[in-house]
DNA sequence: ATTCATCTCA
């Protein structure tokens, strides 16, 4: 039924051949047959496979002796051979005396074994073969191996033909496709290779056959050589191998080349068509694709399913969805709409141009709906941020006994990321792991993503470290993971094994990047930016951003300008790194100009360039500033303000000492306030000592966020700083009740490229004597110069907190010193703190800046601090 | 015995 449907449909909208002089003269010149395209019939019931010179015993190989009977037991093998009888042969053949049968007569059924997959009957001829001492000659050999392949063992087939004479180049094509099909391309081309070498003529099979191998591989070089042999023999004006040569082209990203040979093409056909369209759209160039289409219907020829699947899925990728739905309406008049791999499609088509509805419209009004149906559907649910729906279509699909394939469980499983419902993608996980899916790599790449963007990196590494095979993929979302997930240190640290295994692409690094920024690697950051430039890999926007975004973020703002500066095409996401890296580094004017000019080169900010600006503002003390870009962002952009903006303003406000105008202006919110809107309020109450209001905050943080720690440290400090230690006290009964635990603070300098830490409560630490040394020298020479360290600290350990070492150890002032040891004077000092930086490190790192001469640039968990010469950019607004 | 066509993961 379905090969009479799919013969019927090809005869019907294949145009009359047009042969062109050219591709007669070739196929004379090379001998070859051409043979009708309705063969696709003939091949259905005929069950000759072979060419006729295999199928027909080599003459004089064998006689018929005059006086024989009629009944002669090879012809009557080769009787029930002809009517595929493969019983009946097979019992004469097992009962013959070892003289009695020809060479001939294995072929036959060797021949039929081959016809009808006959592996076990296969075998048995052979073992006959074997066992009678027949010697494998001529014909017998190449069929034998013939058989092993058609029956699907590669191995035994592959065993036969390395033992023979080969030069039959049907034998080299059969091997050269099986190979491929198991995806084992690089055997393929071998063996392509040393066929050459043996000097067997390659024909037109080979090298539809090679072309795809060496385009799975993008052998550009190998494919560019075929390309001249094939030439050379003829075949430069041959349909199929042309046709071959487009694919191959496009699949390698050489969209030129193809073209050229799309041209100088005369013998077109509606794959040469259909090859171009989906060439264009597979390479994003869609528009291309669509102009070919046009091109296409003007010169007559008619289109089919695969034409109309092509323009869909260019459709698709560039979103226009008018030509779609006229392509819709033109499939519908060409009777198109009952193929389920149109309306699979065209389910794609609706959902990529943003029209669920359309999609599902279609979807629920299949008559049959396969798998592939289902997974477009899903995919544009889960695209759409419909995650509810791709899920519950997931349990329909699970109702109907729909069988889930690799991609739709890839598919449901992106929906269950892409909304964080761990639990949803346990239970597709579990059924990935009943149907024994598990071993797929894009499976599990799919797998290892759910579990990431849910934020059990712990299953993900479980599902990493099992899988036998790995590719780029999964190595890229395991990193990415890492980053994603705040876990720097494990993303680097598998970054270093993954470079042990293969090369890193353009995504490893990009994944890499936010790592090295959180850490401030400054050195490893280099090494990625250093790579990159060596594979031209630094000129995709995106990877431009990150670099900038991780040398701001490393404290090296002179070279994140600098990139900045080089790079000619500037995007929103560009100019937003760089207003965030000026703000963050305590220079907010520079970030306003920025801000301006980039709305100058005609960009339009969006919500998050204005959480920058408003960042900068804050960062700055620039109040005024902050409440016009305020009113910029509401009035003339037309964005609702977010929380984030107001805990902006709130901070801003706060910062300035307008604590009332603060308190009233988060009262006074559109929206509700959550806790890090009012954790703003509470720091502008630590910074100028309110602690009324201060507590009158809290009581809403609390209420929001009651497991936070960071709100318990900071409400402390401002008890400690007001010297109310019984309050202090009181609250660390609080978090002991709630059994919360500190972040150990700790600081951390690189030295090429290794990092030193230094961590709160540690003093074991390398060379810790001269440290602790050079240390005591300098706080003996602040006092005597009047510097006065705030003896003030609050959730330390002891009963008498005023004598103690700080929360933070000082840990910051023991990686200044330790870089002074180690660095030339003169060398900037890149300093790196997981909390706020203490008030008496932060003095010292002034003293040490004035007196030692090196500019230190300490990150602190909120922004940057650049002393140079006795004073810091922060210029107390921290 | 070739060549084109729908659904997946960073």
């Known amino acids: 039924m379905l090969l009479l449907t799919k013969t019927t449909s090809t005869t019907m909208w294949v145009s009359p051949q047009h042969h062109c002089p050219g591709q007669t003269s070739i196929t004379s010149q090379n001998g070859f047959v051409s043979f009708p395209k309705s063969s696709t019939t003939s091949r259905a019931v005929s069950f000759n496979m072979g060419n006729p010179h295999t199928t027909l015993p080599p003459s004089g190989s064998f006689k018929k002796p005059i006086n024989q009977p009629i009944t002669d037991c090879n012809t009557q093998i080769r009787k029930f051979c ?54 494998m000659q001529n014909a017998l050999a190449p069929k034998l191996a013939f058989m092993y392949l058609s029956c699907g063992d590669l191995r035994e087939g592959r065993r036969v033909f390395d033992r023979m004479a080969n030069e039959k180049v049907f034998l080299w094509n059969m091997l050269l496709s099986e190979y491929a099909k198991i995806g084992n391309f690089e055997e393929s081309i071998m063996l392509y290779e040393r066929m050459v070498e043996f000097g067997v003529e390659a024909n037109s099979y080979t090298f539809s056959c090679i072309l795809k191998c060496l385009a799975a591989k993008k052998s550009v070089a190998k494919g560019e050589r075929v390309h001249g042999y094939l030439l050379k023999l003829g075949f430069g004006a041959y349909n199929t191998v042309v046709n071959s040569l487009i694919a191959f082209y496009f699949k390698c990203g050489r969209t030129e080349s193809a073209r050229k040979l799309f041209n100088e093409l005369c013998d077109r056909d509606v794959i040469t068509w259909n090859s171009m369209i989906s060439g264009y759209t597979a390479n994003g160039r869609a528009e291309k694709g669509v102009e070919v289409f046009i091109d296409m219907l003007s010169t007559g020829i008619r289109v089919d399913l695969a034409t109309i699947v092509s323009v869909l899925a260019g459709c698709a990728n560039v979103g226009v969805i008018s030509l779609g739905r006229s392509l819709h309406a033109y499939a519908i008049k060409a009777g198109f709409n009952k193929e389920i791999t149109f309306n699979n499609t065209l389910i794609g088509m609706y959902t990529n141009c943003g029209d669920i509805d359309g999609a599902s419209r279609i979807f629920y009004n299949l008559g049959e709906r396969s798998v592939v149906s289902c997974t477009s559907m899903i995919a544009g649910y889960a695209r759409d941020g419909l995650s509810d729906k791709a899920i519950a279509l997931f349990h329909e699909m699970k109702m109907e006994g729909i069988k889930l394939d690799i991609f739709s469980v890839t598919s449901i ?41 849910c934020g059990s990196m712990e299953d993900a590494l479980s599902i990493f470290s099992q899988m ?45 990047l936010p790592s090295c920024a959180s850490l401030a690697a400054l050195d490893r950051g280099r090494e990625v930016h250093a790579h990159l430039l060596r594979n031209g890999l630094a000129f995709d926007n995106y990877v431009v951003n990150a670099l900038i975004d991780m040398y701001v973020k490393c404290g090296a703002l002179v070279l994140a300008r600098s990139l900045f500066d080089k790079t000619p095409v500037k995007d929103l996401v560009s100019w937003v790194v760089m207003v965030a890296g000026y703000g963050m580094h305590g220079f907010g004017r520079e970030a306003i100009a920025a801000f301006k000019k980039m709305r100058k080169a005609g960009i339009v900010p969006d919500e998050v360039s204005f959480i920058s600006i408003l960042h900068a503002c804050s960062h700055s003390g620039l109040l005024h500033e902050g409440w016009r870009f305020f ?38 919110m559109p929206i509700e306030p ?45 008890y400690a700083e007001a010297e109310k230690w019984e309050e202090v006290k009181k609250l660390k009964e609080r978090i002991g009740r709630r059994g919360l635990r500190k972040n150990p603070c700790c600081s951390w300098i690189e030295i090429k490229g290794k990092h030193h830490i230094f961590v709160a409560g540690d003093n074991s630490y390398p060379q810790a004597k001269t440290i602790d040394s050079l240390i005591k020298e300098w706080s003996t020479k602040m006092k005597a110069e009047g510097y006065f360290p705030k003896l003030r600290y609050a959730l330390t350990k002891g009963e008498n907190m005023q004598k103690e070492t700080p929360r933070c150890g000082h840990t910051e002032r023991r990686a200044m010193a330790f870089g002074i040891m ?11 703190t997981n909390l706020r930086v203490c008030s008496d490190c932060h003095e010292m790192a002034k003293y040490v800046s004035k007196k030692i001469g090196n500019e230190i640039v300490l990150r602190d968990s909120n922004r940057f601090h650049h002393f140079k010469n006795g004073s810091c950019s922060c210029r107390g607004y921290w």
């Open 82 to 135: 002809e009517v595929g009888n493969l019983k009946m042969a097979m019992d004469l053949v097992c009962n013959a005396q070892k003289s009695e049968l020809e060479l001939a007569t294995y072929c036959s059924v060797l021949q039929l074994c081959a016809d009808l997959k006959s592996l076990d009957e296969g075998r048995k001829v052979h073992s006959f073969i074997d066992s009678r001492g027949i010697e």
């Open 413 to 453: 499983l992106h929906a269950c990321a892409c909304s964080g419902s761990l639990e949803d993608g346990k239970e597709v996980h579990n059924y990935i792991r009943e149907n024994n899916m598990d071993l797929d790599v894009s499976v599990s790449n799919a797998l290892m993503d759910m579990y990431a963007k």
């Open 468 to 512: 036998p095979i790995k590719d780029i993929v999964s190595w890229n979302t395991m990193i990415g993971g890492y980053s994603k997930n705040s876990m720097p240190n494990e993303a680097l640290h598998l970054f270093g094994a993954m470079q042990q295994e293969l090369k890193p692409d353009i995504v490893t690094l990009t994944c890499v």
């Open 631 to 668: 009113d910029i962002m509401r009035n003339d952009c037309n964005i609702k303000p977010k929380l984030e903006h107001y805990a902006c303003m709130v901070d801003l406000l706060a910062r300035s000492g307008k604590l009332l105008k603060a308190y009233r202006f988060v009262e006074t």
């Open 674 to 718: 959550d806790a890090s809107v009012w954790g703003a309020l509470l720091c502008g109450c630590r910074i100028h000592h309110d602690v009324k209001l201060a507590e009158k905050v809290a009581e809403h943080i609390f209420k929001l966020e009651p497991d936070n720690m960071r709100y318990y440290v900071l409400i402390a400090t401002i």
């Open 822 to 832: 180690s660095f030339p004077p003169g060398k900037i000092l890149r300093i790196t």
